[in-house]
């Protein structure tokens, strides 16, 4: 059964703490991405990859980090250095290239303590 | 101007009814549509793309205007399942290039 899958669901951050998002995929698609959603706004990009061991920053990559070091799996970091990091976290992936279709993961909820 | 507009809404229609949507794009050379539903709290969906020449599936119509920089969404014999935000997604340029995502129109179907 192919799909992506992100844990935890609901994640609790405290003051200072840098915590990590899993994505993980088994669709064999090339290129990942990582998406951030506040309340009442579009998805706003944070980073994508479209090869393993590369990976480039999005719209608003300032205070996360992320790696891609297999083709399934591209886990998103978010530091101490992201202020604001209360959002709905969406991971997405697509087969790469010219194909731009994208599928979504479930999401994260990140909420700070 | 942004790069995707949508109204917000939210529509509110009966069941039966039909309903349509319209998003602007502000890029001239953007290269792909798509719309995408995202059910409260969960993650957007692919509903279908959107061709030059329109197309339909089932009771959804996608309908590409170049000239004037939009692209529209109908849905006949609303059901209350199709209750949702409904995401207009644009990909900016040719080659590869990441999706714009405009903020969603919300619909609510009453029974």
């Known amino acids: 059964d192919g799909g992506i899958t992100q844990s935890p669901k609901y994640l609790f951050r405290k003051e200072g703490q840098n915590v990590t998002l899993s994505c993980e995929q088994n669709?064999?698609?090339?290129?990942m991405y990582w998406y951030r959603q506040d309340p009442g706004q579009g998805l706003r990009l944070i980073y994508y990859?479209?090869?393993?061991?590369?990976?480039q920053k999005g719209d608003i990559a300032e205070g996360y980090s992320v790696s891609r070091e297999k083709k399934e799996s591209f886990p998103l970091t978010v530091t101490s250095a992201q202020k604001n990091p209360t959002a709905f976290y969406l991971c997405a992936s697509s087969i790469g290239g010219a194909e731009e279709t994208q599928y979504f993961g479930p999401g994260t909820r990140l909420l700070v303590l | 101007r942004k790069e995707v507009e949508q109204d917000p809404g939210p529509f509110n229609v009966p069941e039966g009814a039909t309903v349509a949507f319209n998003c602007t794009y502000s890029?001239?050379?953007?290269?792909?549509f798509f719309w995408y539903r995202q059910d409260c709290r969960k993650e957007p969906k692919l509903l279908m793309s959107?061709?030059?020449s329109g197309n339909e599936d089932g009771r959804f119509t996608a309908q590409l205007n170049r000239a004037s920089q939009y692209i529209s969404l109908l849905i006949r014999d609303s059901k209350l399942s199709d209750s949702a935000t409904y995401l207009c997604v644009v990909r900016p340029y040719s080659g590869y290039s990441t999706l714009t995502f405009g903020k969603g129109t919300m619909l609510l179907v009453s029974p």
């Open positions: 890029n001239s050379a953007s290269q792909s």
């Open positions: 669709l064999n698609h090339d290129a």
């Open positions: 959107v061709y030059s």
């Open positions: 990859s479209q090869i393993v061991n590369d990976f």
